[in-house]
């Protein structure tokens, strides 16, 4: 599951909190989203699940911090008033990658429909 989607499931189970401790904050959140126990939850973890985390954002401050790093300085900005979660959500969205199995379902319609084997509004399902 997308960290996006995890986030915005997550929140209903766990109430975001601690900014600095990643078993309430965003990321900590999304590891509620996808059943994470609450005690189980640290970075390596969420690394783990979501390696796209430990690459720099280019368009941060210079590129020099990891989106890990960058979604905790905005949710930061949510527990002093800034931003909002959904704010946050909407970040992780825009960074994230497609996972990698929606892409494949993309490219098996596509190619079956270049080679006239599928009409454009059928599925593969």
């Known amino acids: 599951m997308r960290l996006s989607d995890a986030m915005a499931t997550g929140r209903v189970i766990q109430t975001p909190g601690n900014w600095m401790s990643y078993k309430e904050c965003a990321i900590g959140v ?32 210079g590129g020099e911090f990891p989106y890990k790093d960058v979604i905790g300085h905005f949710y930061a900005e949510v527990t002093h008033g800034v931003r909002t979660f959904d ?34 509004w059928e599925s593969l399902t």
């Open 30 to 61: 999304g590891m509620a989203g996808i059943g994470i126990a609450y005690e189980d939850r640290h970075s390596k973890l969420a690394v783990k699940e979501w390696p796209w985390l430990e690459m720099n954002d280019p368009d941060y401050l």
């Open 87 to 120: 704010q946050v959500i909407d970040y992780v969205r825009s960074v994230e990658p497609v996972e990698p199995e929606v892409n494949e379902q993309v490219n098996k319609v596509t190619e079956a429909s270049q080679a006239g084997e599928l009409a454009p």
